[in-house]
């Protein structure tokens, strides 16, 4: 059974930075597409960045690219979001996904993910 587990959030101040952590186990991640998305109270989650595991290949959301980085660390099985220059608008719990990689997958979009974490809240102030 596939776990999601996240860590790393927390209340921080604006233009501080933040690395969040997804442990993955219970499946070989190879053939993968690991995501980060955000959801606020009363809104959709909307799509942060994503990592295909085999080969490292990127994709971000447009007002992400430049401060957020995502990454991935084979031997401990855990891709990371790097968040830098956080602003109040990053305010939201920040979720890990799994789905396997398929060549019509839309990977910005929650719906393709079949496996979700539990989330982790992020608090920028003013």
């Known amino acids: 059974q596939v776990q999601l587990v996240e860590s790393g959030g927390g209340l921080v101040q604006t233009g501080d930075s933040l690395r969040l952590s997804c442990a993955a186990s219970?499946?070989?991640?190879?053939?993968?597409?690991m995501g980060w998305f955000r959801q606020v109270p009363g809104n959709e989650r909307e799509f942060v960045a994503a990592?295909?595991?085999?080969?490292?290949?990127?994709y971000y959301a447009d007002s992400m690219k430049g401060r957020f980085t995502i990454s991935r660390d084979n031997a401990k099985n855990t891709v990371y979001l790097q968040m830098n220059s956080l602003k109040p608008e990053d305010t939201a719990i920040y979720y890990c996904?799994?789905?396997?990689?398929?060549?019509?997958?839309?990977?910005?979009?929650?719906?393709?993910?079949?496996?979700w974490g539990q989330g982790t809240q992020v608090t920028v102030s003013s």
């Open positions: 996904a799994a789905t396997y990689y398929s060549a019509t997958g839309y990977y910005n979009s929650a719906a393709t993910y079949e496996y």
């Open positions: 219970g499946r070989t991640f190879s053939r993968y597409v």
């Open positions: 990592i295909r595991w085999s080969n490292v290949i990127t």
